[in-house]
């Protein structure tokens, strides 16, 4: 079955920097879009960036661009989210989800604060 591992998460100071990780199975990896999603404490999960099946497009929520950046290395059938210049507002449990399937991972948290 779809499995979605997510890890990185951590606490980060404000204009720190985080690269999450996920780590996927039971698919083909190669030929899905993979997005992450974030969930903050009372709010919706949101999406925070896409990328196509072979890393040639990416998209990024308002809130995000200039400071993330998501990425993919299909031979490890892995999808990556660099996170720069970190805000609190950033602060939540960060998923990562295959397209066309309705399966999430556990979610990693990432807590900024000073």
């Known amino acids: 079955q779809v499995q979605l591992v997510e890890s990185g998460g951590g606490l980060v100071q404000p204009g720190g920097s985080l690269t999450l990780s996920c780590v996927t199975s039971?698919?083909?990896?190669?030929?899905?879009?993979m997005s992450w999603y974030r969930q903050a404490p009372g709010k919706e999960r949101e999406l925070v960036a896409a990328?196509?099946?072979?890393?040639?497009?990416?998209n990024y929520a308002d809130s995000v661009k200039g400071r993330f950046t998501i990425s993919r290395d299909n031979a490890k059938n892995t999808v990556y989210l660099q996170m720069n210049s970190l805000k609190p507002e950033d602060t939540a449990v960060y998923y990562c989800?295959?397209?066309?399937?309705?399966?999430w991972g556990q979610g990693t948290q990432v807590t900024v604060s000073s």
């Open positions: 039971g698919f083909t990896f190669s030929n899905r879009i």
């Open positions: 990328i196509t099946s072979a890393g040639g497009t990416t």
């Open positions: 989800k295959a397209a066309g399937f309705v399966s």
